[in-house]
């Protein structure tokens, strides 16, 4: 499997030679799917927190005596069928969202999506993205020259991210360049998962050799 390789201007600089094993996997929906629903719910918040009766304010004393008054007994007001009790059944945030999955699984999952996007045509490789100093305007020439190439003309003028732009390392200069710039999202590749790669339409990696060299030494034996 070959792919080519782009300079920061948009041009031709050469190829790259693809695992299979990472960029050549047949699509597994089940697999993804498992390990997208347990990521997104390891990152839900459980703000949402609701009282029960015996946190709920006041309610100390019973509202009438048990017999004689010719209405129902209660033991307080602050049951949860009184207006300003306590509420049953309703959200905690002592709920644990955590759903535990494989780290095997989750590469795999992981080389499923970057094979099926990349035989979508929505990988693209550049072989590296310099930025003397940090300047918007230097990103924005940059993503104008890569918006030459076929697949990646939508991030020259989208409001949201279009593309995950995918570095080995993180370079102040050029993160901070683009950080004003909404078409593209800038990521580690060292910490890129299924969820990122599936929630961008395109993925570009930066200085792909190295790149694909660690993600090919990421499932573990």
């Known amino acids: 499997m070959e792919a080519k390789i782009y300079n920061q201007k948009g041009e031709d600089a050469g190829k790259i030679s693809l695992p299979e094993k990472v960029f050549g996997l047949s699509w597994n929906a089940d697999l993804v799917h498992q390990t997208v629903t347990s990521q997104m719910s390891n990152k839900r918040s459980n703000n949402a927190h609701t009282k ?11 509202p009438w005596k048990q017999k004689g008054t010719g209405q ?5 007001s602050r049951s949860p069928i009184w207006v300003g009790g306590g509420v049953t059944h309703g959200p905690r945030n002592e709920k644990n969202y955590t759903k535990k999955i494989n780290k095997k699984m989750g590469v795999k999952a992981l080389f ?3 094979s099926k996007k990349y035989k979508d045509g929505e990988v693209f490789f550049v072989d590296s993205i310099k930025i003397p100093e940090i300047k918007t305007k230097k990103a924005a020439e940059i993503i104008l020259a890569l918006s030459k190439i076929k697949g990646l003309e939508k991030i020259k003028a989208a409001y949201k991210p279009k593309a995950n732009i995918a570095f080995l390392g993180k370079d102040d200069k050029v993160f901070k360049s683009f950080k004003n710039i909404p078409s593209v999202y800038l990521s580690d590749i060292k910490n890129l998962n299924t969820l990122d790669a599936i929630n961008f339409k395109n993925l570009i990696i930066v200085d792909p050799e190295k790149s694909v060299d660690f993600l090919s030494k990421k499932m573990v034996k």
């Open 52 to 62: 029960d009766r015996s946190e709920v304010r006041g309610g100390g004393k019973k």
């Open 112 to 114: 499923v999506v970057l």
């Open 72 to 76: 129902a007994r209660h033991g307080s």
